[in-house]
């Protein structure tokens, strides 16, 4: 197992890559979409939050990845010492058909192929995504977690309509007609994952790429009146067996697992590494479940990280773990210290249960 750190669109520079070196990392998983262009509600310092109005304005539609963008920001992270294991979340303005089977869908499936044949080329070995037309919406943020720290949780769903011109939390179309995106089924929503499955996968492959799925987060079964995917451990399971492939992978991430109403996070953390099909995992603590949960700090939550440590290890999971979020804490730089205590509890705990490159 290897120790890394997320780091958003802003974030990516050298002050934050020597800040991940110097807390033991070795890898990174970065971000590419700005989730804080034009937002007043979502502001950048901490995890992308947000009120009903989302995080903002989606990127560029004609603006794909190109390898020189992507091989650049490799060297710059290699050139500090670390490798670049995975680049997470697609821009909704690159794919809002694919998840809403809009009129640009079959323009923007191949827009995805692209992304992905650029991050092979790259020698980017995963890319991340979340297929989820809501996204991570209904959160709040409030002082949840040890001793008054922020820190961000759920009180209750939120189903109020998505607007025309938002998908996945974010606004790809100011312009939009008045009005609310209509709720799709379950069943469609399944078989927009599976069109999408079935043009990547082998993309993917021909790449390099493993994609790596995100659970929904939070996981209920609805989000602003839109079904989820993965709101129960056992759907993940469905979301493999609906596209054999080693490219068709998990970004698992065990709070979001440990927020879910059904399952026991050690059995589901056993399955699904004993299966191998684990790309790389956000590894945080959560108090509670949905609809009703908060974020912790990462040895204060429902979950035994090392137990959860010990199991991946058991099962030969030689990814990389990173910390995904963790509460604000009371200084100068509160996500900084807020990391490094995440980091510095994974990276004692790894060298507890014996991981030779902890
Ligand atoms: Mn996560």
Same mark, same amino acid.
């Given at each position: 197992?290897?120790l890394?750190?997320?780091?958003y ?8 890559y ?35 109005t ?10 794909? @990845? ?6 650049a ?11 670049? =294991? ?54 709040i ?12 949780g ?10 025309n011109?938002?998908? @996945? ?11 609310v ?8 929503l399944?078989?927009?994952l ?5 043009a ?10 493993t ?6 987060d ?15 451990p ?9 596209k ?7 970004e698992f ?8 109403? =059904?399952g ?22 959560v108090?509670?479940?949905v ?18 440590m010990?199991?991946?290890k ?7 773990l990173?910390?995904d979020h ?8 509160? @996500? ?16 507890t ?6």
């Amino acid at each position: 197992m290897k120790l890394g750190l997320g780091l958003y669109r802003h974030q990516l520079n050298a002050e934050h890559y020597r800040f991940a070196k110097q807390c033991g990392c070795t890898h990174l998983v970065i971000h590419l979409v700005d989730y804080f262009r034009s937002s007043r509600s979502n502001q950048p310092g901490d995890q992308p939050v947000g009120d009903d109005t989302g995080w903002g304005l989606a990127g560029d539609p004609n603006q794909l @990845w190109t390898y020189e963008e992507l091989a650049a920001i490799k060297k710059e992270i290699n050139a500090a010492g670390l490798e670049l =294991e995975a680049i997470e979340n697609f821009d909704p303005a690159h794919w809002h058909d694919v998840l809403l089977d809009g009129p640009k869908k079959l323009q923007q499936l191949e827009n995805l192929k692209t992304i992905i044949r650029n991050v092979g080329q790259a020698g980017i070995p995963v890319f991340g995504y979340n297929f989820s037309i809501a996204g991570v919406a209904g959160r709040i943020k409030g002082r949840f977690a040890r001793g008054g720290a922020e820190a961000v949780g759920m009180d209750g769903p939120l189903d109020k309509p998505l607007p025309n011109g938002m998908v @996945w939390n974010m606004v790809y179309d100011r312009n939009a007609a008045p009005g609310v995106v209509p709720s799709a089924t379950p069943e469609q929503l399944w078989q927009r994952l599976k069109v999408f499955l079935d043009a990547l996968v082998p993309v993917a492959e021909a790449a390099g790429v493993t994609l790596a799925a995100h659970p929904d987060d939070p996981p209920l079964p609805t989000v602003r009146a839109q079904p989820r995917l993965v709101y129960q451990p056992q759907l993940f399971q469905k979301l493999i067996d609906l596209k054999p492939s080693p490219r068709n992978a998990l970004e698992f991430c065990v709070g979001t697992l440990a927020e879910m109403s =059904e399952g026991d996070i050690y059995d589901v953390v056993d399955t699904y590494s004993q299966q191998g099909k684990l790309a790389y995992v956000h590894l945080r603590n959560v108090r509670g479940k949905v609809p009703s949960y908060k974020e912790t700090f990462i040895d204060d939550g429902d979950v035994d990280v090392l137990r959860v440590m010990r199991i991946l290890k058991r099962n030969n999971f030689n990814g990389v773990l990173i910390p995904d979020h963790a509460p604000q804490m009371s200084c100068a730089a509160p @996500w900084h210290a807020g990391m490094a205590y995440a980091l510095g509890y994974l990276r004692a705990g790894l060298k507890t249960i014996g991981n030779e490159q902890g």
